[in-house]
């Protein structure tokens, strides 16, 4: 499983950015497609998260202001991410998860600075 995400770069505070994320390979339902984060200096961070079936979970420290959604059709995971704020900087990782196995993309980084 490879994963390709796409859609980060420098942002205002209170600007939006939509990520993507691409997933080619095997690719198995049901899986878990989501996202996190890693600031720098810091762990790696859950954010959010969609099953096949489109349930959908989040950090909450951006509930409310970012949203995941998936296209099965395509294996693509995006983040819709509103309301960004400077401790939102970080590069992020789409990560898919089936059959007991994570598989993570290369990172994007997000830049959210005046």
């Known amino acids: 499983v490879q994963l390709q995400a796409s859609g980060g770069g420098l942002v205002q505070p209170g600007g939006s950015l939509r990520l993507s994320c691409a997933a080619s390979?095997?690719?198995?339902?049901?899986?878990?497609m989501g996202w996190y984060r890693q600031a720098p200096g810091k762990q790696r961070e859950f954010v959010a998260r969609?099953?096949?079936?489109?349930?959908?979970n989040y950090a909450d420290s951006v509930l409310g202001r970012f949203t995941i959604s998936r296209d099965n059709a395509k294996n693509t995971v995006y983040l819709q991410m509103n309301s960004l704020k400077p401790w939102d900087t970080a590069v992020y990782y789409c990560?898919?998860?089936?059959?007991?196995?994570?598989?993570w993309g290369q990172g994007t980084q997000v830049t959210v600075s005046s």
């Open positions: 969609i099953t096949s079936g489109d349930s959908t």
């Open positions: 990560n898919v998860y089936q059959r007991a196995v994570n598989y």
């Open positions: 390979g095997s690719i198995f339902s049901p899986n878990v």
